[in-house]
């Protein structure tokens, strides 16, 4: 399973950490990302990261977001900074085993969270 945290309301400018913990029968991870929905629109890609730590990165979030991995612990990370209005959406984490991702970043994940809402406010 994978347990997504860390949605909220903020301000325009502002900054969330949002994190997805993968536990119980997800083995030998691959690559995780987010993917993000807003209301009317359909699910897209906003970042992911492999196995061996590279990451892509949606056009309209570089330079913004940052995702890190803690393979540890099972647990990604997005660093969400300068949010926009536009980043109104339900966040959802994603894992795969195989190393496949980076294709579309959204069609090719096996294990999904539950979402998170992220709210920005202008």
């Known amino acids: 399973q994978l347990q997504a945290s860390g949605g909220g309301l903020v301000q325009a400018g502002g900054s969330l950490r949002l994190s997805c913990l993968a536990s119980g029968n997800i083995f030998s991870i691959s690559d995780m990302g987010w993917c993000r929905q807003a209301p009317g629109k359909q699910r897209e890609k906003v970042a992911l990261i492999g196995s061996g730590g590279l990451t892509d990165y949606a056009d309209s979030v570089k330079g913004r977001f940052i995702i890190t991995r803690d393979r540890t612990k099972n647990t990604v990370y997005l660093q969400m900074n300068s949010l926009k209005p536009e980043d109104t959406a339900v966040y959802y984490c994603?894992?795969?085993?195989?190393?496949?991702?980076?294709?579309?970043?959204?069609?090719?994940?096996?294990?999904w969270g539950q979402g998170t809402q992220v709210t920005v406010s202008s």
């Open positions: 994603a894992a795969t085993p195989f190393g496949t991702a980076h294709v579309t970043g959204v069609n090719e994940y096996d294990y």
